[in-house]
């Protein structure tokens, strides 16, 4: 009888709070590496799942549960519902922030422009004629966009995450390739073939995302000041890009939410 009526008292309390027996729904690119991918056993790794585990547990959930979703579609999860919050080195930029809401950053960043070692291009100035890559609506997206004429890029295709994008490099179909530079520098760390040849200057922060105004912003928040203050994100950071983050940075200095526009 006693059973009974604990689980019956675990059941209440769960409906009342649900976050006590759920998961947080969390989306992502997996590929993004090394923000969010998968190892060889097939688990889902990376600074970033690491982080928002650690952020969900702070703020009552169990656990996370990731679902994979190209990078243009995070937006739309989050706004919808389909998803409580989002990853994958998103930008915190005042466009966005009319339509979604940001936790305090917890990266600092730049674009980069990688290209092959053998290859003509040698930096931004050498795009005339070329064909460039990027990954669809990001912020090297947005970059390559705005500076298209103005360097002369002949073509811009678009791809759903970092590797296909890679291979085409490596394979003539595309000459350059504009995304995040940690990303970047990560998956060539070990591909003598690549090289970043300019990093674009673009002052960007990353954090998680979620829907316009929701009340897990500032939960998260909250949980982010904590874990730098800890020490936890510095040591993320040291595991994932083999250096301690400067003490100015955003992975250690604790920030203020972003404000949402109108």
């Known amino acids: 009888m006693r059973l009974k009526l604990l689980a019956a008292a675990?059941?209440?309390?769960?409906?009342?709070?649900?976050?006590?027996?759920?998961?947080?729904?969390?989306?992502?690119?997996?590929?993004?590496?090394?923000?969010?991918?998968?190892?060889?056993?097939?688990?889902?790794?990376?600074?970033?799942?690491?982080?928002?585990?650690?952020?969900?547990?702070?703020?009552?959930?169990?656990?996370?549960?990731?679902?994979?979703?190209?990078?243009?579609?995070?937006?739309?999860?989050?706004?919808?519902?389909?998803?409580d919050t989002a990853i994958s080195s998103i930008t915190i930029t005042p466009k966005r922030l009319s339509s979604v809401s940001f936790a305090q950053p917890y990266y600092d960043s730049d674009q980069s422009l990688s290209a092959l070692t053998t290859s003509d291009v040698k930096g931004t100035s050498t795009l005339k004629g070329k064909i460039v890559g990027v990954d669809t609506g990001s912020t090297g997206d947005i970059y390559a966009t705005e500076k298209q004429a103005e360097l002369g890029i002949a073509e811009i295709r678009r791809y759903e995450g970092l590797a296909p994008a890679m291979l085409d490099l490596a394979a003539g179909r595309i000459d350059g390739y504009i995304s995040d530079i940690p990303a970047v520098a990560y998956y060539i760390k070990d591909k003598p073939q690549y090289a970043v040849v300019e990093r674009i200057k673009t002052g960007e922060q990353y954090s998680m995302m979620f829907a316009k105004d929701s009340p897990l912003t500032a939960k998260a928040s909250e949980a982010i000041s904590a874990l730098k203050k800890e020490g936890f994100i510095s040591k993320l950071h040291e595991k994932w890009f083999g250096t301690v983050p400067e003490d100015t940075t955003s992975s250690v200095a604790e920030a203020e939410t972003p404000k949402t526009t109108d």
Do not use: C, M
């Open 10 to 83: 675990i059941a209440t309390l769960a409906l009342a709070h649900p976050s006590l027996a759920e998961s947080l729904k969390v989306g992502a690119n997996i590929g993004n590496v090394p923000w969010e991918f998968q190892d060889a056993s097939g688990q889902n790794v990376g600074f970033e799942i690491e982080l928002a585990t650690e952020v969900a547990k702070r703020i009552g959930y169990e656990d996370i549960a990731v679902e994979n979703i190209p990078f243009n579609g995070l937006f739309s999860a989050v706004q919808s519902g389909r998803v």
